[in-house]
Every structure is written in structure tokens, then in C-alpha cells.
């Protein structure tokens, strides 16, 4: 191999060119019209434009990647993790066209890709599996029967994939029937396939995986284990290894399952055999991804080795460069998902332009990301926007340092769970480690309305002023008052500078707090507030937005003269506005429908997921203003309801 096309895109690119080029390889990447100035674009030694943003025309249009890879001169292709890299198709496609293939072959992607036929190969190989349902007949009627069989809580699941997609959990039969349809539409558009399976729900599991990696010489071992427990919506959210749950007799007995499941489909280059395990130590197979996985830093930091130059050594053909004998866990890694999400609003996407990126560099501290100050986050893509991984020679150690970078990292211009991340690592029960993947709705609240704190919202409007007044004509020594709005409330602060270069700033009723300004650059500010000193990250938006964060939160203020109009759209106002930008995927009410609280009104499709847009109270759809397919912008009308007399 010479030169290594990767098709994929952001931190997953960046993290696989990144190896290849320290190993001396050339590396080429495809863009489509939304990543054209994307950081891993310009990484690359060349990159070729596939087409629009949207991923059926771009990343998973095949065609136009192996042209790709024919017009740069590739002479082998990485599809990193996510988009096709599952797709066998695309493998053999790749193949047939003289490539390397850096993956598993693609006999062992078929079978593990499906996961109705994974099970069918891994309990003939002895592996325990979750008892379930993976028929041919893929009726409703099928799927209630085997459910009354198998008996409440059951899972649905895509057959095709992997990544929450197309998975529901289902605690009533009468649920059964609409989970169904969601899923199959769900996993038709994630994977192309509408197949569903169902097992048993093991109630309060904790999520374990195990990293394997097999060579063309017939020698297959695994890495030691990860704990995936927290998951939102069935994605992993924190990642760590090893697992807190899991002894040494356990990870052996665990791993040994997870190479004769490797072993039992004829599997080559990484893939990660994934359980669940209840709390009698007993675990089940419940899939295999056949790919690297966007949580393997935590695998790479404990036993010292790079995997994705592991996977390059394979396709060339050379033999693993460990036994398993001499694989060597030391010390603790956690990893975080760094999402571009509001977890205060049920965890709604957030798009829009990266105003500032400043990740943390510091010892035991490793971030994997595509990002940079001008990066565009689009509705067409997967919203993670970086992962943070935090080695220690405890897991003590390690969860510190990943809290000090979480408080150190600065994005603004999308919302992130950056604070939802600090917050469940400071839980005792995140701090003791009996975890399972009911964790975050067992700790979560559904409705969060937080509050920036008195001394960051006077710290913003203290920004606001120097940016916008300095100094007025009479000088500094002239006392100025001025209000400003708070984009989480309508909290009026009022601003008076001091003669000295001190400025006084009171919040509402509150006390003034009095703020010197040490020094200030294009995205910091060294302010000492009431004799103790701080620095604050900031930016301000060309909306006129300020963003800026302390230690824990992240707060958008505006300039109340400044403001633009705010389309009406409270509880009681009966508008329904797209809360993020997306297509419409389905209306499931009509004009003069009458509607019950909660109810759904349409299914919006934003970053490859589904949301329900729920009604807001009991009464009557009167308008309707979109249609099947339409894409939204962000507040964008699109019903109206009416309350009932």
C-alpha cells in the first residue's frame, strides 16, 4: 500500500489519516458540499469533492467514491467507522476494483452484519446468545407472537446494523405494533434495510464489549474489554476501559467468547464483539461490529498500542505484532462523547457555525476531533463533535483529568452536552461504578431549566459593553447604565463603570459585583471578581451573540437593544416550530384532528435520528403548513393549534 483513501469524514478521518500519514503512507479524502472546508479536507495530501450534502449522494454513494479512489490514484481504502464501513457490498465492490480493503472479509461482514444470522453462527460456535426472535417472517403478527413467547420487556432491533438505529424497547404489547414501524423506517433509512429481530430485554444490563483483532495467518486475540453503559438512546456516551464489573477471570472467560465468535465467521483486521452482562456476572452475545469502533482510544491508551496501525499491518498481510499472551492492561481510560446537542431540550441537535474550537491539551489527556473555528455542524451528519479520553493510573485519576479537560474545552456557536458530560462524572454512582445502561434516565430529569450564575451573566455583560460602548464621550469617569437580555430568561443587568477601570455590575436585586480586567484577548478574558481571579472563554457571533463558559456552564447572551424579534412560539401560542433544522418524515395527525397533550404530531429527521414533535396541550390541529420530505429550518413554522372551547 502507498496511498490510503478514507472514506469518511471529521474526527474519523482525521484519526485514521493521522496513523497512516506517521507511517509514511499518502492519504487522500473525500468531501461532499457541506465539508468542503472541513479540517479533514485539507489534512489530506489530496481530496476529491463527491457530491451534496446529503449522504446518499456523497458518503455512501459508492460509485462516486471508487471514482474517487481511481481519480487520486488510491491503491488501497479505509472506510473508518460508520457510513459503509459494514457494508460488504462496498467491500467486495472495492475489491473487484484492485484495492486493498483495510477491513474484515467480506463473508464475515455478512454474516455479523446481520444480526438475526450472527446469532444463528455464534450459538452453534457455543457462544451465549440473548433468547429471541429472527424468523423470515418479519409480520407484525410474527413479531406479537414471538414476543408473547419470549414475554415482556423485548428489544426490536435493526438485523442490518448497529449504533442505536432502529432499536426500541418495548414494555407493553400494545407498543409493539408502533415500535415496529418506527424501527423499520429508522433502520430502512440508516442501513438500507428494513429487518428487524427481537429478543429479550435483560433488564438493568451492564453494556461490555471486546475488542478483537484477527490476521490473515489464522491467529485471532482480543484486547481486554470496554464498558459502554452510559448510553442515551442506545448510543454510547461514555466509554471506559477496563470495566469496573469485570474481574480477571470474567475478561478472560469474556474474551475467550469473543475470539471463537471471531473465529467462528473467518474474521480478519479489528472488530468488537459486544455483550450484555447482568449482575450475576452471566453475559450474552448481542452483537458484532465489523469495524473499528469510535470508542477504541480507550483501548489503544491502556494497552499502549495503535490500532488503526494494527489494521494497515494486517491488510498488508503481516501477522499480528502481539500475542495474546503478551497483551498488557495498565491504567484506566475513560472517553466522553462531545455531542452537538442540548441536553436541557431532550437532547435536540444543534447546528450551526463554530464560532471557537479550544480543545485541552494536558497529561493523560488525548481529544480526537475534525473540528476548527469556521467548522460548519450540518443537519445531514452524526452529531458528535469530538471525543476526550483520559488516562490514569486509576480510574480516580483518569475520571479527574477528564473532568479538568471537560471544564478547559471551549466550542460556542453549536449547544453541546459538555455540562450534561461533568455532571454525570461528579455522581456518586458514576464515582463507585455500578453502572448500568439505565443510568441516565435513572439520573437525568427529563425537564432541566438551568440558569447561568449571577457572577457569569455580569461577566457577559461586562463583554458586551467593552465590545459595544468602550468609552463614551464623556470618558470612563462617567457612570453608565445599560440593560442587557439573557437568552436563558429575559433578566435585565444593568452596567455602571467605575472611574478607576473597575466596572460594577448588578444582576436583577442582586448585590453588584465588582470586576477589574487583568487582560484580554480575541477569545479569552482575565477578569478578577471581587478579589479573586478567573479566565473566561468568549466569542461573539455574527448574530450578535455573545457565547462564553466557565468552569461548568455554557451561556448564549444577547444585546437587548440588539435583538432580533423572536418568532412566538410558547406552550400557549399554538405555533409549532421546528426546534432544529430537519426533514419532515411523516405527519401523524391532520387538519382538524383533535389532540391530547404529548401526542405526536410529525416525525422531524435530523443527524440520522428520528424525533417525535410532540402537541403542546389538548386541542385542535388547524393548520398545517409542510408536507412529507420538506426540509426545516430552525423555528420555521410548521402547524398550528387551536384550544379547545
Known amino acids: ?197 427481537l429478543e429479550r430485554a435483560v433488564v438493568n444490563p451492564r453494556h461490555v464489549e471486546v475488542q478483537v483483532f484477527g490476521d490473515t495467518h489464522g491467529r485471532v486475540i482480543h484486547l481486554g474489554e470496554r464498558d459502554c453503559s452510559i448510553q442515551r438512546r442506545h448510543q454510547k456516551v461514555v466509554e471506559e476501559a477496563p470495566s469496573p464489573a469485570v474481574s480477571d477471570d470474567l475478561r478472560q472467560r469474556m474474551g475467550q467468547a469473543a475470539v471463537a465468535a471471531a473465529k467462528a465467521v473467518g474474521y480478519v483486521n479489528a472488530g468488537t464483539v459486544e455483550f450484555l452482562l447482568d449482575d450475576t456476572g452471566a453475559f450474552f452475545f448481542i452483537e458484532m461490529n465489523t469495524r473499528l469502533q469510535v470508542e477504541h482510544p480507550v483501548t489503544e491508551m491502556v494497552t499502549g498500542q495503535d490500532l488503526v496501525a494494527w489494521q494497515l499491518l494486517v491488510a498488508e498481510g503481516h501477522p499480528l505484532p502481539l500475542t495474546q499472551e503478551a497483551v498488557k492492561l495498565h491504567g484506566h481510560a475513560i472517553e466522553v462523547r462531545l455531542y452537538a446537542e442540548d441536553p436541557d431540550q431532550q437532547f435536540m441537535p444543534s447546528t450551526g457555525l463554530v464560532h471557537h474550537w479550544r480543545p485541552f491539551a494536558g497529561e493523560g489527556i488525548r481529544v480526537d476531533h475534525g473540528l476548527a473555528a469556521g467548522t460548519e455542524i450540518t443537519p445531514f451528519y452524526d452529531p458528535m463533535a469530538a471525543k476526550i479520553i ?104 444593568t452596567v455602571k463603570v467605575h472611574e478607576d477601570d473597575q466596572y460594577r455590575v448588578q444582576v436583577e436585586n442582586k448585590a453588584p459585583l465588582t470586576f477589574r480586567c487583568i487582560n484580554q484577548t480575541a477569545d479569552t478574558i482575565r477578569l478578577e471578581c471581587d478579589g479573586v481571579q478567573k479566565t473566561i472563554d468568549y466569542a461573539f457571533g455574527p448574530d450578535q451573540t455573545l457565547w462564553l463558559q466557565d468552569e461548568l456552564f455554557t451561556a448564549v447572551f444577547q444585546d437587548n437593544l440588539l435583538a432580533p424579534p423572536i418568532l412566538e412560539e410558547s406552550a400557549g401560542s399554538g405555533n409549532i416550530v421546528a426546534p432544529m433544522p430537519g426533514a419532515v418524515m411523516r405527519l401523524e395527525a391532520a387538519v382538524g384532528d383533535t389532540v391530547s397533550k404529548g401526542q405526536t404530531l410529525l416525525i422531524l429527521e435530523a443527524m440520522k435520528i428520528e424525533h417525535p414533535i410532540p402537541a403542546p396541550f389538548d386541542g385542535l390541529v388547524a393548520e398545517i403548513l409542510i408536507e412529507p420530505g420538506q426540509q426545516m429550518k430552525v423555528r420555521e413554522l410548521m402547524m398550528v393549534m387551536k384550544k379547545l372551547e
Open 1 to 197: 500500500m502507498n496511498k490510503i483513501l478514507v472514506a469518511n469524514r471529521g474526527e474519523i478521518a482525521v484519526r485514521i489519516m493521522r496513523t497512516a500519514q506517521a507511517l509514511g503512507y499518502e492519504t487522500v479524502a473525500v468531501f461532499s458540499e457541506a465539508d468542503a472546508a472541513a479540517p479533514h479536507v485539507s489534512l489530506a495530501d489530496q481530496a476529491v469533492y463527491l457530491g451534496p450534502a446529503e449522504v446518499d449522494q456523497s458518503y455512501l454513494n459508492i460509485e462516486r467514491v471508487l471514482a474517487a479512489a481511481k481519480k487520486s490514484g488510491a491503491d488501497a481504502l479505509h472506510p473508518g467507522y460508520g457510513f459503509l464501513s459494514e457494508n460488504s457490498g462496498f467491500a467486495r465492490k472495492v475489491l473487484e476494483a484492485g484495492l486493498t480493503w483495510i477491513g474484515p472479509p467480506p463473508e464475515a461482514m455478512e454474516i455479523m452484519g446481520n444480526k438475526a444470522a450472527a446469532k444463528r453462527a455464534l450459538i452453534a460456535a457455543g457462544v451465549p446468545c440473548v433468547p429471541g426472535y429472527d424468523g423470515q417472517d418479519q409480520s407484525d403478527e410474527a413479531f406479537i407472537r414471538a414476543a408473547d413467547e419470549i414475554d415482556f420487556p423485548v428489544m426490536v432491533k435493526a438485523a442490518a446494523g448497529g449504533g442505536g438505529r432502529g432499536m426500541r424497547l418495548v414494555s407493553k404489547r400494545e407498543a409493539l405494533p408502533a415500535a415496529l414501524a418506527s424501527a423499520r423506517s429508522e433502520a430502512h433509512k440508516a442501513f438500507g434495510s428494513a429487518e428487524l429481530l
Open 390 to 493: 483520559a488516562w490514569g493510573e486509576s480510574r480516580e485519576i483518569a475520571r479527574r483529568r477528564l473532568r479538568r479537560a471537560l471544564r478547559k474545552t471551549a466550542v460556542f456557536g453549536v449547544q453541546t452536552n459538555r455540562r450534561f458530560l461533568l455532571e454525570i462524572t461528579a455522581l456518586p454512582l458514576f464515582i463507585q461504578g455500578p453502572i448500568t445502561t439505565n443510568f441516565i434516565a435513572q439520573t437525568w430529569p427529563s425537564e432541566n431549566d438551568p440558569q447561568p450564575s449571577a457572577d457569569l451573566t455580569a461577566a457577559a455583560a461586562l463583554l458586551i459593553f467593552r465590545q459595544n460602548l468602550g468609552e463614551n464621550e464623556h470618558g470612563i469617569d462617567h457612570w453608565q447604565t445599560r440593560p442587557f437580555a439573557c437568552r436563558f430568561g429575559e433578566n435585565v443587568v
